[in-house]
């Protein structure tokens, strides 16, 4: 494998109708591509990003020191929605900034990103749809709803809907951020320094516990 030229874009979609029964206003993707589509296209590998992630935390899969071959497949790494490079409460319409963004779902992003291949991909044949952790639900989903679009599905580190138990995790790290006396409902003027703080603390022994991280996928 050689050395790769990555171009970061931006889809755009307009209005786009939620799973929830919402607008999501002026909604946008912004991925990165590698390679390029074959004649065939038959050759496009997507790889969704993980929670809290960027296009960047997929990197390491690509490239001279990554499995995936640049020269052969077009690889599309696409930012949920959500994750301050896509759609996201901070660079949302006006109307729906901050607290005021609607509830997202995998369905959504994975309808959207299905959108952009439709659109700007030919329609092309997804040889591989993979990713970890919340990445790994979205190539679920992509493999579920598009069973004959796509060929190969690598979840990695994921369950096809979030764990009880996570779940219950995730509302204690969230009650950590939201007991800031500075994040007032979601309208701070001000980052709530102390919440993110206290919520990295607590996330953290989530992510590098391999025991615990277990016991909340149900594995």
Request: charged share 15%.
């Amino acid at each position: 494998m050689s050395t790769y030229q990555a171009v970061k874009k931006q889809f755009s979609a307009g209005d786009w109708p939620l799973q929830s029964g919402a607008i999501l206003r002026n909604a946008h993707l912004t991925y990165l591509q590698v390679g390029q589509l074959n004649a065939a296209c038959d050759n496009l590998i997507i790889l969704p990003t993980y929670y809290g992630g960027t296009h960047e935390g997929n990197l390491p899969l690509i490239g001279a020191d990554g499995p995936l071959d640049t020269e052969r497949y077009c690889i599309l790494i696409p930012n949920l929605l959500g994750n301050g490079q896509s759609s996201s409460p901070s660079n949302a319409h006006h109307s729906q900034r901050g607290a005021d963004f609607p509830m997202v779902s995998l369905y959504d992003n994975v309808a959207l990103q299905h959108r952009l291949v439709e659109e700007h991909f030919a329609g092309a044949e997804v040889a591989l749809v993979a990713g970890w952790s919340m990445g790994g639900m979205q190539a679920l989903q992509w493999g579920c709803l598009y069973p004959d679009q796509v060929k190969r599905v690598a979840s990695i580190c994921a369950t096809a809907r979030c764990w009880p138990h996570n779940q219950v995790f995730l509302e204690g790290v969230k009650a950590a951020l939201t007991c800031d006396k500075d994040w007032d409902g979601g309208r701070y003027q001000s980052p709530p320094k102390a919440g993110l703080k206290a919520f990295g603390r607590v996330y953290a022994g989530c992510a590098y516990s391999g025991e615990r991280d277990r016991s909340f996928r149900g594995s």
